[in-house]
């Protein structure tokens, strides 16, 4: 059963478009969510995160929303870049837990 | 200051056989996480260790264990290789002694088995 669902699968933007990629969790415990970014041949890399005691967070072009409420939580990069195709997870995990629980993942193609 | 290190980073195996997988983490690290990644179920967590004990631990057959060194080197073992073992296999690394529970963790690139 997958703890965290993320969608879309794949999206595909032309640059300077802003993608959304969503998620969404059950487990009210989880009180920490990252996104990593993925290129091919590598392993995923930290980009963002927070915590539920904040409704947004911004990062350079890398903004989190977070609904507490609705459990849902979204990544919006902005003027978006070629260089900005990857992979892109969401994931969740509780105090005091090491482990994540990531989404399914989200391929995103920047179009020049 | 290095990354986290894991080797090999590509092995051809046979079902039945055996692979162990290492993973240096990043200097001063003393947690290192195991996942599986695989196209159809995506990252899925295997164990942590922390100062050689395992601290946590995934959903997965016996089959699949690991250890830790004193020097918070850390390995992983498949036995009995199954077609469904075929994955990426990443180890990520993390201080570990968070007490609000960061989970930062660093990945290295992977160790991909292919099990014929």
């Known amino acids: 059963q997958q703890q965290v669902k993320q969608s879309p699968q794949s999206l595909i933007v032309q640059k300077g478009g802003i993608p959304i990629i969503n998620c969404a969790y059950e487990?009210?415990?989880?009180?920490?969510f990252p996104w990593y970014q993925q290129f091919p041949g590598k392993g995923p890399a930290l980009l963002i995160a927070?915590?539920?005691?904040?409704s947004e967070k911004k990062e350079g072009r890398f903004t989190i929303s977070f609904n507490k409420s609705a459990k849902q939580f979204s990544l919006h990069i902005m003027d978006s870049q070629p260089g900005d195709s990857a992979t892109y997870f969401c994931a969740a995990s509780a105090t005091g837990a090491n482990n994540l629980f990531f989404g399914t993942g989200t391929r995103l193609t920047v179009i020049p | 200051k290095a990354g986290v290190t894991q080797t090999p980073r590509y092995l051809i195996k046979t079902r039945g056989q055996q692979v162990t997988l290492s993973c240096s983490p990043i200097s001063g690290h003393r947690s290192v996480s195991w996942y599986q990644q695989t196209p159809g179920q995506g990252l899925q967590f295997l164990f942590e260790?922390?100062?050689?004990?395992?601290?946590n631990k995934g959903n997965f057959p016996g089959r699949f264990s690991g250890r830790q060194f004193s020097n918070s080197r850390s390995e992983m073992n498949v036995s009995t290789l199954e077609l469904g073992d075929s994955a990426l296999y990443l180890c990520a690394s993390s201080s570990g002694t968070s007490v609000s529970g960061a989970n930062v963790l660093t990945f290295g690139a992977g160790s991909r088995l292919t099990v014929l």
């Open positions: 260790y922390f100062s050689e004990t395992q601290r």
């Open positions: 927070i915590r539920p005691d904040v």
């Open positions: 487990n009210t415990a989880f009180d920490y």
